[in-house]
T-cell receptor, first 113, second 116 residues
Framework: GNSVTQMEGPVTLSEEAFLTINCTYT??????LFWYVQYPGEGLQLLLK?????DKGSNKGFEATYRKETTSFHLEKGSVQVSDSAVYFC????????????FGAGTRLFVKA | EAEVAQSPRYKITEKSQAVAFWCDPI?????LYWYRQILGQGPELLVQ????????DSQLPKDRFSAERLKGVDSTLKIQPAELGDSAMYLC??????????????FGPGTRLTVL
């Protein structure tokens, strides 16, 4: 079946540190891949996406590259800020007679000033 | 900026009671989703509507959960009777079209349910 596995949190970094949150997936065929972010007290927001192998999604300084050979979509940011503290969800979409989103468990990020 | 509205934001109830959650999607969004997010896990789709029709309710526990979107706009999710294991965040999302192509989902702030 389709599934998404993310690194467990929480991840705690100092401001301006480099961020990597690992995400791997299992799916038949060629899913589209997404990262969502959930700030405290808010709903999920789409952060970035990639729809085919070797695509790079980017937004707000975050990047992730769709790696088919390693079935991965790791999230990276070169210099995190306190305002990046949130929960990050990796997700995939497969068309199984309708587009259904499968989410990972989420990784909580704390950034210290 | 248009947002998905949900109410209540928090609900505490005792087991065996009935609870209901309301969602108002972004105007013009034909597709509406209800997700359940258990603490420490990602959201899991409970039901998806296309206008007023259910297109996916395969993960909805139909013996106690029901959902409706009578006029194809706002929606209600009901649990009766509530059980301890239903304690979770219930998220509503909407998108322009979801059945035959992917469009970005916009999420509401959620309703946090605690069953005592």
């Amino acid at each position: 079946g389709n599934s998404v596995t993310q690194m467990e949190g929480p991840v705690t970094l100092s401001e301006e540190a480099f961020l990597t949150i690992n995400c791997t997936y299992t799916a038949t065929g060629y899913p589209s891949l997404f990262w969502y972010v959930q700030y405290p007290g808010e709903g999920l927001q789409l952060l970035l996406k990639a729809t085919k192998a070797d695509d790079k999604g980017s937004n707000k300084g975050f990047e992730a590259t769709y790696r088919k050979e390693t079935t991965s979509f790791h999230l990276e940011k070169g210099s995190v800020q306190v305002s990046d503290s949130a929960v990050y969800f990796c997700a995939l979409i497969r068309n199984t007679g309708g587009f259904k989103t499968i989410f990972g468990a989420g990784t909580r990020l704390f950034v210290k000033a | 900026e248009a947002e998905v509205a949900q109410s209540p934001r928090y609900k505490i109830t005792e087991k065996s009671q009935a609870v209901a959650f309301w969602c108002d999607p972004i105007s013009g969004h034909a597709t509406l989703y209800w997700y359940r997010q258990i603490l420490g896990q990602g959201p899991e789709l409970l039901v998806q509507f296309q206008d007023e029709s259910v297109v996916d309710d395969s993960q909805l526990p139909k013996d106690r959960f029901s959902a409706e979107r009578l006029k194809g706009v706002d929606s209600t999710l009901k649990i009766q009777p509530a059980e301890l294991g239903d304690s979770a965040m219930y998220l509503c999302a909407s998108s322009l079209v979801g059945r035959d192509s992917y469009n970005e989902q916009f999420f509401g702030p959620g309703t946090r349910l605690t069953v005592l």
